[in-house]
C-alpha cells in the first residue's frame, strides 16, 4: 500500500501495445496503404479522390498527418544514426575549385575535336546521299530509256510481221515504216503454202499469235510508260497495229471455224487470250457459226410474224439446237476446253451459244417467258432447265460449271424467267379455288362421292373435295417448281389452315348462334346433324392422306433436301393433319347436342303430368305417357340412316353414350324440376286447407288414406323412365351406368323400389 502511495503521479503502469481486441494501437487501417506513395505514377488528387468515396474526409486527413508525422520521425532518426558520416563528408571535400580548372581544357579540346569529327562526317553522308540519289535517277532514266527502246523495237517488229500476213500490205497506211526485206520474206513464206491452203492456214495462225504475244508484251510496256512524248508519238501506230491485227485474226478465226481447222482455231484463240481479246472471239463465233444455226431453227427478223400458242413452245427448239450443237459447236468447245491449253478463259456456252438462244427467244418467241400463261410458263422453264443442264454437261470440271453461271449471259437468261410471277398466278388459282367453295352459304354432299382409286379415298362434300384437289396441285408436275418447293409448301399449309378455320369458325358459330364477324361460317348455322357426319368423314380421310400418301409423295418429291429440312417439311405437314383432327370431338359434341335438343322437345311434354294430375280425381297411372317413346326416336333415327355408315363403329359407339348421357341429364333436370314445384305447392294448398278448416271450425283431420297429386306425378315419372330406360337398352345402352338416371330413379322411385333399378 505505501509504495502503491509513494508512486509519482507522472509514473503511470506501462500501457499494453495491444488494444482491447488485440490488434495493435498504431496499425493503420486496411484501406490506409503507404506502398500507394511510393508508384511512380502516384497522384495525390487521384488518390483523395478515390478514398474520399467510402473514408470520411476527417479521418483520412487524420490518418495523413499521422503517417507525415511518422515519416518525419524516421528522417531524424536516420540523420542521427549516420550523423558522423554526414559531418566528415564537408571535410573531404578539400580544393574542389582548382580541381574544376584543371579538367576544363582538356575537355573542351575533346568537344572541340568531337564537333569537328561531326561536321566531316555529315558532309560525306549529304554527299554520299546525292551520289544515291543521283545513282537512282540514272537507273530510271536508263530503265526508261530502255523501256522506251523495247517498245519502239516491239512497235517496229509488230509492224515487220503484220506486214508479213497476206493482203495486209495493201491496206498498210505505214507502209514506210517496214522494209522491202521484210516483203520479200513474207512472199518466201507464204509461197511455201501456196498449194496447200490448210498448211497456208495453219502458219497464218501461228503467225497471228506471234504477233499477239508481242501485242501482249507492248500493252505490259505502255502500262508502265505512261503518258510519255515519245509513247503519245507512237500512239498511232500501236492503234494501227492492234486494229489490223484484229481485223487479220477476225478473218483467219472464221476462216478456221468455216474449214473446220482446229490447229488454225487453237492457235487463234492462243491469240485472242494473248491480247485478253476473249469477247471478240466469242461473238465471232456467235456471228459466224451459233445465229445462222439459230435462225434455222428459231427465225426470227423484222417479217417474222409472232405465232400462236402451239408455237411458243420450247422444247422441241431445244432438242434440235442440242443437236446442232453436237454437229457444229462441239468440236470448237472441245478444243476451248482441253486440258493444260490455257484456253480455260473462253466461255462461248454462255457468251455465244445461250446468248443467241436467248436472243432468238426473245424477239421470236416473246410468249414463251410470259408466266401470264403458266402451263405454258413452266413447261418453256423446265425445257429451259434442262437446255442449261445439258450444256453444263460439256464443262470439264466443277470450277468450269461455276464460272458458266457467273456470267452475265446465263444470269440474263434466268432473269427472264419470272418464277415469283408464275408462283403468284398459281397461288391465286389454287387458293381462289378453295376460297370460293369456303363461301358458300350451305353444305351438302356431293350426288358421287369422289374416290381416288389409288388411294380408295373417298369424299362427301365439296369444300373437302377442293382441299384435296388444291393440296395435290400444289405438287403435281406440271405445277411445281422446284426452285419455289418453299413457297408451294407454304400454300400446302395455308390451304389446311384456311379449311380448319373455315370448319372451326362454323363450329364456333352454331354454339353462339350467330356468325358475328365470320363471313363463311353460315353453313354450321343451318346444318343438321346429319351434315356433321360427312364433315367427320371428310376430316378423317384429309388426316389419313395427309399422314400418309401426301406426305410420302411430298417427301419423294423433295428427297435431294438435307435431312434437317425434310424433318421440318415433315412435322409441319403433320401439323396441319392435327389440327385438323383436333376438330373431330368438337363436331362429335356439335352433333350430339344437335340430337339433345330434337329430343328436349319431346321432352318438354313433361309439363301436361301437372295439369294432368292437379286437382283432379284422376287414378293412379298404370302405364308410362306417350312422348317417352319419342324422347329417343332423333338418336335411333340419326344412327339407322344411310349417313351413319359413313361414321366408324367407334364413333357410333361415342356418339349413342354421348346422346343418350346428356338426354337423360337434361331429363333429370326437367323431372326433379317438375317434382320439386308439384312438392312446393302441395305444401302451399294443404296449409291453405287448414287454415280454412281451422276458421270454419271444421275439424282439421284429413285424410292420410287418399294419394296425393305429387305421389301420382311421381308415379307417372316412374313409369315414364322405366320405358326410358327400356329404350336404352333396347338402342344396346345400360341406363344404370348413366349416373343422370340412377339420380332420375331416385328422384321419382317408390320408397321400396329405390334399392335396385329393374324394369
Given amino acids: 500500500m505505501a509504495t502503491d502511495l509513494q508512486r509519482s503521479p507522472t509514473q503511470l503502469p506501462p500501457r499494453s501495445q495491444n488494444d482491447f481486441f488485440g490488434d495493435p494501437i498504431d496499425s493503420n487501417p486496411l484501406w490506409f496503404k503507404k506502398t500507394a506513395f511510393l508508384e511512380p505514377n502516384f497522384s495525390s488528387e487521384s488518390y483523395i479522390s478515390d478514398l474520399r468515396s467510402f473514408v470520411p474526409f476527417d479521418t483520412l486527413r487524420s490518418h495523413l498527418r499521422t503517417h507525415l508525422s511518422a515519416l518525419n520521425s524516421d528522417l531524424v532518426d536516420l540523420i542521427n544514426r549516420d550523423y558522423a558520416d554526414f559531418v566528415s563528408l564537408s571535410t573531404k571535400l578539400v580544393d574542389v575549385d582548382s580541381a574544376v580548372l584543371r579538367m576544363r581544357p582538356p575537355l573542351s579540346d575533346l568537344r572541340d575535336r568531337i564537333s569537328a569529327f561531326r561536321s566531316a562526317v555529315e558532309s560525306s553522308l549529304a554527299a554520299l546521299r546525292n551520289g544515291l540519289r543521283q545513282r537512282a535517277e540514272a537507273s530510271s532514266a536508263r530503265e526508261i530509256l530502255e523501256l522506251l527502246l523495247d517498245t519502239f523495237h516491239v512497235v517496229s517488229k509488230v509492224e515487220k510481221l503484220i506486214k508479213e500476213l497476206p493482203g495486209v500490205a495493201a491496206d498498210w497506211s505505214g507502209a514506210d515504216l517496214g522494209s522491202t526485206g521484210n516483203g520479200s520474206l513474207s512472199n518466201g513464206i507464204f509461197s511455201q503454202h501456196a498449194e496447200s491452203g490448210t498448211s497456208l492456214r495453219e502458219t497464218q495462225s501461228m503467225l497471228l499469235e506471234r504477233i499477239a504475244s508481242e501485242m501482249n508484251r507492248l500493252k505490259f510496256y505502255i502500262a508502265h510508260a505512261q503518258n510519255l512524248p515519245f509513247i503519245e508519238n507512237m500512239e498511232t501506230r500501236i492503234r494501227s497495229a492492234s486494229l489490223l491485227l484484229d481485223g487479220s485474226l477476225g478473218r483467219c478465226f472464221v476462216d478456221g471455224l468455216e474449214h ?113 400463261k403458266p402451263t405454258m410458263f413452266l413447261k418453256n422453264y423446265k425445257s429451259s432447265l434442262r437446255f442449261l443442264a445439258y450444256l453444263e454437261g460439256h464443262c470439264p470440271s466443277r470450277s468450269a460449271v461455276t464460272k458458266f453461271r457467273s456470267e452475265t449471259a446465263y444470269v440474263d437468261f434466268m432473269k427472264q424467267w419470272n418464277v415469283g410471277v408464275y408462283f403468284s398466278l398459281r397461288f391465286q388459282e389454287i387458293a381462289g379455288a378453295l376460297d370460293s367453295s369456303l363461301m358458300t352459304a350451305a353444305i351438302a354432299p356431293v350426288q358421287n362421292p369422289h374416290t381416288n382409286e389409288e388411294n380408295s379415298l373417298s369424299l362427301t362434300l365439296k369444300q373437302s373435295i377442293t382441299l384435296l384437289e388444291s393440296l395435290r396441285t400444289c405438287w403435281k408436275e406440271d405445277v411445281l417448281v422446284l426452285s419455289c418447293s418453299d413457297k408451294f409448301l407454304r400454300l400446302s399449309l395455308q390451304l389446311l389452315s384456311r379449311y380448319t378455320t373455315w370448319l372451326s369458325s362454323g363450329l364456333a358459330a352454331r354454339k353462339v348462334g350467330s356468325t358475328g364477324s365470320n363471313p363463311g361460317s353460315e353453313w354450321a348455322i343451318a346444318a343438321n346433324a346429319e351434315d356433321f357426319i360427312y364433315v367427320m368423314h371428310d376430316i378423317g380421310c384429309l388426316v389419313t392422306e395427309l399422314n400418309g400418301n401426301y406426305l410420302e409423295h411430298v417427301l419423294q418429291l423433295l428427297s435431294s433436301c438435307p435431312t434437317e429440312v425434310l424433318g421440318i417439311l415433315k ?81 357410333q359407339n361415342e356418339l349413342l353414350l354421348g346422346a343418350a348421357e346428356r338426354i337423360t341429364g337434361r331429363y333429370y333436370e326437367l323431372a326433379s324440376d317438375l317434382v320439386s314445384v308439384a312438392r312446393r305447392t302441395e305444401s302451399s294448398l294443404l296449409r291453405i286447407r287448414q287454415g280454412a278448416q281451422r276458421r270454419a271450425g271444421a275439424s282439421s283431420d284429413t285424410s292420410d288414406h287418399n294419394i296425393s297429386d305429387t305421389d301420382k306425378i311421381c308415379m307417372q315419372l316412374f313409369l315414364d323412365i322405366q320405358e326410358y330406360g327400356r329404350n336404352l337398352a333396347a338402342l344396346g345402352v345400360v341406363a344404370a351406368d348413366i349416373p343422370a338416371f340412377r339420380s332420375l330413379w331416385q328422384c321419382v322411385a317408390p320408397s321400396d323400389r329405390q334399392g335396385q333399378i329393374t324394369f
Fill in 571 to 651: 412435322q409441319s405437314i403433320l401439323q396441319g393433319g392435327k389440327s385438323l383432327k383436333d376438330l373431330i370431338p368438337i363436331i362429335m359434341d356439335t352433333m350430339i347436342e344437335a340430337l339433345v335438343e330434337k329430343s328436349v322437345e319431346d321432352l318438354r311434354q313433361l309439363k301436361g303430368i301437372t295439369a294432368t294430375y292437379r286437382m283432379t280425381n284422376k287414378p293412379l297411372p298404370v302405364r308410362h305417357s306417350p312422348y317417352v317413346s319419342g324422347v329417343l326416336r332423333p338418336l335411333k333415327t340419326f344412327l339407322d340412316g344411310e349417313w351413319a355408315s359413313y361414321l366408324s363403329s367407334e364413333a
Fill in 260 to 372: 473446220r481447222d482446229e490447229n488454225a482455231i487453237y492457235n487463234c484463240l492462243r491469240a485472242y487470250a494473248a491480247i485478253d481479246n476473249t469477247a471478240g472471239a466469242e461473238e465471232i463465233f456467235r456471228t459466224t457459226i451459233v445465229s445462222p444455226m439459230i435462225q434455222q431453227i428459231i427465225p426470227y427478223g423484222s417479217s417474222q410474224l409472232v405465232g400462236g400458242p402451239s408455237e411458243d413452245e420450247l422444247e422441241d427448239d431445244y432438242q434440235q439446237i442440242m443437236q446442232s450443237i453436237e454437229k457444229d459447236c462441239k468440236f470448237l468447245i472441245e478444243i476451248s476446253s482441253s486440258a493444260n491449253s490455257g484456253l480455260h478463259v473462253f466461255d462461248f456456252l454462255a457468251n455465244s451459244i445461250l446468248k443467241e438462244v436467248h436472243f432468238a427467244i426473245q424477239k421470236s418467241k416473246p410468249g414463251a417467258l410470259s408466266p401470264g
